[in-house]
T-cell receptor, first 113, second 116 residues
């Protein structure tokens, strides 16, 4: 039973196209995150949000943008896809508190030709 | 400086045996949390176990236990009775700070291979 949904799961697209990766959650968590991960490598935080209308850039410089208009929805947009954007994108959520365990969606694997 | 270090890029273990995956961390914050995640080849990150810096006992969750040695700043994951389905990447992670902290830092991961 998935509580964090990501669509599409796989995407092959040409250079220069605008794409939006969707992430939605039914966990009621206030915090959401986007990570970029190359196969078998560590995760890099690219964006995060404390709550509605709150978004911040993460540690890894990214040409993507995010929005948080609703608590449950945190889409990631690439205005002009490039081959260097080929990677896996993982969305995560956490509930503010002492642990703040992050729970992850299934990921989107992006291939830019 | 690396805050989370996983020195084993790959590990092999025989089915039904126990295996320890190493993780050391670096922080000056007295309050922190340590996590282990499993990532199968399908790509999703699965939360396994949590250890708080003030927890007196080592965390356990089924076949997973965390060998927490605070003075050495290590948080090794022990998987008992390995199964073929345990073959995956394993990531150690740390969250610094108490409530309000948001950044979780991940290690580079260890790939575990379970042999039949």
């Amino acid at each position: 039973e998935a509580d964090i949904y990501q669509t599409p799961r796989y995407l092959v697209i040409g250079t220069g196209k605008k794409i939006t990766l969707e992430c939605s959650q039914t966990m009621g968590h206030d915090k959401m995150y986007w990570y970029q991960q190359d196969p078998g490598m560590e995760l890099h935080l690219i964006h995060y949000s404390y709550g509605v209308n709150s978004t911040e850039k993460g540690d890894l410089s990214s040409e993507s943008t995010v929005s948080r208009i609703r608590t449950e929805h945190f889409p990631l947009t690439l205005e002009s896809a490039r081959p260097s954007h080929t990677s896996q994108y993982l969305c995560a959520t956490s509930l503010a508190g002492s642990r703040e365990t992050q729970y992850f969606g299934p990921g989107t694997r992006l291939l830019v030709l | 400086a690396q805050k989370i270090t996983q020195t084993q890029p790959g590990m092999f273990v025989q089915e039904k045996e126990a295996v320890t995956l190493d993780c050391t961390y670096d922080t000056s914050d007295p309050s922190y949390g340590l996590f282990w995640y499993k990532q199968p080849s399908s790509g999703e990150m699965i939360f396994l176990i949590y250890q708080g810096s003030y927890d007196q006992q080592n965390a356990t969750e089924g076949r997973y236990s965390l060998n927490f040695q605070k003075a050495r700043k290590s948080a090794n994951l022990v998987i008992s009775a390995s199964q073929l389905g345990d073959s995956a990447m394993y990531f150690c992670a740390m969250r610094e700070g108490n409530t309000g902290g948001f950044k979780t830092i991940f290690g580079a991961g260890t790939r575990l291979f379970v042999k039949a």
